[in-house]
């Protein structure tokens, strides 16, 4: 289990529209040049994130997309969903019918793999990833090796 492009795209994205939108609307041309990603791609992804609420358009000279809420507002499990990335690490897809209509002796390992990412993911905003990035301290939300919420900072 992998996250695919898709997810990964659509989150590099996010994080570079964040960083430079206090100047105004910012263009997938623009993205797509820093960061390496086929314009037709971005055009699909901002596409499903603008439906998803997660970005708005402005169209005309100086248009391009801007977040529709602020960063802080915006989780990386809501961008991945937006783009239809399934974060899922069964066989089944939850359904419980892994093997011949059955549920697989692993099935529970995986489904709380799922509860495990799902919860990470929806706790970190686009606002960490954005200070991870810059090099600024991040606070750990909490440290799912354990069951304690950390009050520690990491250094980016």
Known sequence: MRLTTKGRFAVTAMVDLSMRQTRGPVTLAAISERQHISLSYLEQLFGKLRRAKLVTS???????????????????????????????????GGKENCIDDRRCVTHDLWAT????????????????????????????IKDFRSKET???????
Request: charged share 15%.
């Open 58 to 92: 402005v169209r005309g000279p100086g248009g391009g997309y801007c977040l529709a809420r602020p960063t802080g507002g915006i989780s990386v499990a809501q961008i991945i969903t937006a783009v239809d990335e399934p974060i899922d690490a069964t066989q089944c």
């Open 113 to 140: 793999l799922n509860e495990k990412m799902n919860d990470y993911l929806n706790s970190v905003s686009l606002a960490d990833v954005v200070s991870h990035g810059q090099g600024k301290q991040v606070q750990v």
């Open 150 to 156: 950390t009050p520690e900072k990491v250094a980016a």
